[in-house]
Every structure is written in structure tokens, then in C-alpha cells.
């Protein structure tokens, strides 16, 4: 994980702007911090080590690279490039400098923000989900940074998201735009009826995908409320690694039901000695709350990111959570994010009846997950210096995912939601996890009702 900042224009103080920026993103990045400066370019980046030891930006005579996330094939591509490197950002700059941006892209599998500069022109990408965030804005001159609050600390205010699977062309001189999709999530006409197929596939694919972001991984820690989505990625990093090497993080009132569930699960998946209780009072949460949203990047002067009630609750719980594995010693941790919308997990599912709108509906609300929960997820997350990993939303679990019917999806005879990851489950874990339905997360940790009671 890192904190990414750069600025284009005709202004001497360039390098200086960078570095406000930067400043204000260090809690990304604690571990180094570096910019690179041209005629009327500088790019910077602040460094949090997980693999590797190449500093950034990285650059040459004719380009430069600042990078942010993680490419999970990496060491094919060093293979396939001939180049001998440990790191993703090199082996990234390398494969840009060989086949361009776009080309690239189509060949990196992983979660991913950055900015390539070549003589002429800024390019800007972000991966096809949006799980890693930029944004970008004019001041008399162009910026961007991996958090609005890096723009507002130089005077930006009307702010953009980059789309998700989108490319951003700056050209150098001119400040002119051009925005292009370049990745695209992978859906499919030919759907899976088969429940057997389907379990197959889908297994193999969720194994893999836990087991890319575990690599290079010493410990490993995982947001934990007992329910389904969590539990899984538990039973099946169990399988990986260690269970010495993995700790559970669960976040949530004074007897809340996700403490008490997190509890019972932890004990029938034999993690009872990993698991990390926090029970926070009124006057903790009372104190958490500005905090997070100043993490979240909840400004009066955004109007673009959502500020519900429930937006805040969810946030809390795992930037307590976040805490916890900083103070661990713990860099990254997993989430069951995207589970509920790529398996029809929500309680609203229920009530379509039509099959094709509710793959319409699945798809849908998978374009909406950057802004609407991986953003914050994030934020509230690097704001402790820990980078949070998703297996749910691996390109490969999204695309079988997407295959899979949507009636293996939901069960309409006995109203079971997310009825196929039930079934998988179901082989590597109890079945009092596997097909216990579970209260959403701001409702389980008791934080909602909490917040209700004095704002």
C-alpha cells in the first residue's frame, strides 16, 4: 500500500505542493517517501513496505512511475520480461515501458492506482472494481492523490473519483483531458445451472484468490464478525498458512451480537486463541467517530461520497479493527467485502422475483462498490497503516461469480441468500456458520443503533 500525489503545471513550487500532499498521506506510507520532479511535473509517492525494496517513483531518462496496491502476477511477468526483481512497482514499469498502458493493463492481475509519466503526457489508471482509490483536480494547476484530503490541503475543492477501469491521458502541456475505459468487469451471457459446476469452479477460484494475497504475508489479519463471508476466508487461509499466522480482528458495542457471534464461530473454526475481541463504550465511540470521518474524508465541501448514518457505523468498527492489527505488528488484512454483491447477499435480493433483474441488479451494484463501500473500507483502514486485501472481488471469483445463475444465488424455497457460497462453505466448515444468516455489519456490531441514541 502507498500514498500517491503529483501535480502538472507551470509553477515552481511543484516539488513543494507534492510534498504537502504527501505529508498529508504518510499514514499511507510510514515506510519511504520519494519524488520525482521534470520541466512541469512532479510525482511522489510515500511507501508502506510489504513486499520488495524498490524505492519510488521509479523512473529513467524518458518515464516515471508512482504506484499504488498490489499486482499478484508479478513474477510472471518479471519471467515473461526477463527481468530479475522482487517487486511489483519495477516489474510494473518495466511491462508499461514495453507495451504501453493500456496493453499492460490487460495483462497485470491485481488491485491497483497510478500514474505514468512519459515526456508529453500523464496517464492515470485505476483497477476495473475500484478497490484502490484516486482522485484528481484543477487549482491552476492539475493534481492528483490517493485521498481528497491531500487536494484540499493545496486548495483543490471540486474533486473527481477516476473511474474504475479507466485511464486518465494528461497531456503535459496543454492541461487537456481524456478520460478512456480500458478494463471492463468480465460478464457473461452463458450463465452455470449446474450446482456442481458451479460449487467446483467457485471453490477453486476463492481458494486462489486467498492464497495470491497471502503470499510474502509473515501475518496476516482478518476483519471477523463470525458470519459467513468472513468465516470462509478464515477456514479457507487455514488451509494456506499457519492459524498461528492469522489473527481475527472483531469490533463492536458492549454485547453486541457480532461480538457474541464472532465468539461462536471463532471456537467451531478452532481460531478461539486468534481471535481479538474489542468492545467499545458510548464515550469510545463518541471519541472514534471525528476520526473516522476525517478518515473517511467526510468534508462539508464533498458532496460526492455518502455521509449516512450507516455509511459512519460501518466505518467504525473496522477502523477500530485497524488499530488493533497496527498495534500487532499486522500490515494487511482481508475483508469479506463484495461477498453480499456478487452472491446475492443482501435482504432487498429477495424481493426480486425476475432471475434477469437480478442479475441486472448484481451487476449494478458491483459498479457501485468503489464509491458506495470499498473507498471507505480503504480509508479507514490506511488511515492505521494497514492495506486491506479483498478475495471476493479477485477478477477470477468475479467472473465465475457473474456465470453463476442467479438461482444458484438464492434459494426461493427456503429463502436462503447467497445459497452456492452456503454450499461451498459448507465442505471446510461447520454448517452453524456455513447457513447461519447473519444481521448486516452496522446493525451486528451495535454501533447504528449506538450512534442513533446521542446524535
Not at 491497483?112 to 491552476?140: E, Q, S, W
Amino acid at each position: 500500500m502507498c500514498g500517491i500525489a503529483g501535480a502538472i503545471g507551470k509553477n515552481a513550487s511543484l516539488s513543494k505542493k507534492v510534498k504537502e500532499m504527501l505529508n498529508t498521506l504518510k499514514h499511507r506510507g510510514p515506510d519511504g517517501f520519494g519524488v520525482y520532479k521534470s520541466d512541469n511535473l512532479a510525482i511522489g509517492n510515500t511507501l508502506l513496505r510489504i513486499t520488495g525494496n524498490k524505492p519510488q517513483p521509479i523512473y529513467n531518462k524518458k518515464f516515471a512511475l508512482t504506484f499504488n496496491g498490489e499486482i499478484y502476477n508479478f513474477l510472471d511477468i518479471a519471467k515473461e520480461l526477463k527481468i530479475n526483481t522482487d517487486s511489483d512497482s519495477e516489474t510494473l514499469f518495466h511491462l508499461i515501458n514495453q507495451y504501453g498502458v493500456e496493453n499492460a493493463l490487460h495483462k497485470i492481475d491485481g488491485d491497483y492506482a497510478f500514474a505514468y509519466a512519459t515526456p508529453n503526457k500523464l496517464i492515470l489508471a485505476r483497477d476495473t472494481i475500484g478497490v484502490k482509490p484516486l482522485y484528481y483536480g484543477f487549482n491552476n494547476i492539475f493534481a492528483f492523490a490517493s485521498e481528497k484530503k491531500a487536494l484540499w490541503k493545496i486548495g483543490i475543492k471540486e474533486i473527481k473519483a477516476l473511474k474504475p477501469g479507466n485511464i486518465l491521458i494528461i497531456d503535459l502541456n496543454t492541461l487537456e483531458l481524456c478520460e478512456k475505459k480500458v478494463t471492463q468487469i468480465p460478464i457473461s451471457d452463458k450463465l452455470i445451472y449446474s450446482e456442481e459446476i458451479a460449487y467446483e469452479l467457485l471453490s477453486m477460484a476463492l481458494r486462489n484468490a486467498v492464497e495470491k494475497r497471502l503470499k510474502e504475508i509473515n501475518k496476516i489479519g482478518i476483519a471477523f464478525s463470525g458470519g459467513l463471508d468472513s468465516s470462509l476466508i478464515v477456514a479457507i487461509a487455514k488451509q494456506l498458512i499457519n492459524k498461528n499466522n492469522i489473527k481475527l480482528y472483531c469490533v463492536g458495542m458492549e454485547n453486541s451480537h457480532d461480538i457474541k457471534q464472532a465468539k461462536i464461530a471463532a471456537k467451531l473454526l478452532e481460531m478461539e486463541d486468534q481471535l481479538s475481541i474489542k468492545e467499545i463504550n458510548k464515550e469510545e465511540l463518541k471519541s472514534t467517530i471525528p476520526k473516522v470521518i476525517n478518515a473517511m474524508d467526510l468534508n462539508p465541501i464533498d458532496r460526492t461520497r455518502p455521509t449516512s448514518l450507516g455509511f459512519i457505523s460501518i466505518g467504525v468498527p473496522l477502523y477500530i479493527a485497524a488499530i488493533q492489527a497496527h498495534a500487532d505488528g499486522i500490515k494487511v488484512m482481508l475483508s469479506g467485502q463484495g461477498a453480499d454483491e456478487l452472491f446475492a447477499g443482501y435482504h432487498r435480493y429477495l424481493q426480486i422475483n425476475n432471475t434477469e433483474n437480478l442479475q441486472k441488479d448484481i451487476i449494478k451494484d458491483l459498479h457501485n462498490i468503489s464509491n458506495a463501500n470499498l473507498e471507505r473500507d480503504d480509508m479507514v483502514t490506511s488511515a492505521n497503516s494497514v492495506e486491506l486485501r479483498v478475495p471476493y472481488l479477485d477478477m477470477d471469483v468475479i467472473k465465475i461469480g457473474l456465470q453463476i445463475a442467479p438461482e444458484l444465488k438464492i434459494n426461493k424455497k427456503k429463502k436462503n441468500r447467497k445459497y452456492i457460497l452456503r454450499k461451498v462453505a459448507e465442505k471446510i466448515m461447520p454448517p452453524e456458520i456455513a447457513w447461519k444468516e447473519k444481521k448486516a455489519m452496522q446493525y451486528g456490531t451495535g454501533v447504528h443503533k449506538a450512534i442513533k441514541r446521542f446524535i
